[in-house]
């Protein structure tokens, strides 16, 4: 069965370093998208792709970056972690039906920077 | 802009009473409207879809109904069970694009 699986499922890390989360989706999907999840805040978009070579900033950006070099994977980078990106951070792909596209979630990855 | 704003929470109900989360949005054009589950542990996944005004999405007993004149989409059910207990999101999508607006969620307990 075609899944999106995100590693690790928890990670803790220390403030100023470069922290890599994995999505990896085998649903041929072309749409990808980074969301992390905060209470009192529901979902985020921080990064999202609509195919390879393509990327573009969501609503909460500035400290992450993406890239996409194939269709599957979209891992998602901490440049220099800090403190206020401690969250749980899901990764989803969506069918190609503009308006209409359901979202696959990853099982999310809990990341604590101390 | 766009948004979508949900019910706070946490709502807390014994079994087999009945639920309504409400949800309403703002946006421009004719947006598909979602409500999206999330049990503990796990991501979202698609509880019920609308996508145009007046159709009715139902699933596992939810249902919600796109009101265009209320801009509203209010999740129902009849009779909760305490596996039902999870954190419900409404959400958004504008016609043409890929991406979603989410509420801010409300989680949902059910005592047995």
Known sequence: DAEITQSPRHKITETGRQVTLACHQTWNHNNMF??????????????????????????????????????????LTLESAASSQTSVYFCASSEDVPGLGKLFFGSGTQLSVL | GNSVTQMEGPVTL???A??????????????????????????????????????????KGFEA?????????????????????AVYFCALQTSGTYKYIFGTGTRLKVLA
């Open chain 2, 18 to 59: 009945f639920l309504t989360i409400n949800c309403t949005y703002t946006a421009t054009g004719y947006p598909s409207l979602f409500w999206y589950v999330q049990y503990p542990g796990e991501g979202l996944q698609l509880l019920l879809k609308a996508t145009k005004a007046d159709d009715k999405g139902s699933n």
């Open chain 2, 14 to 16: 014994s079994e087999e």
């Open chain 1, 34 to 75: 980074w969301y992390r999840q905060d209470l009192g805040h529901g979902l985020r978009l921080i990064h999202y792709s609509y195919g390879v070579q393509d990327t573009n900033k969501g609503e909460v950006s500035d400290g992450y970056s993406v890239s996409r070099s194939n269709t599957e994977d979209l891992p």
């Open chain 2, 65 to 85: 109904t796109y009101r265009k004149e209320t801009t509203s989409f209010h999740l129902e059910k009849g009779s909760v069970q305490v596996s039902d207990s």
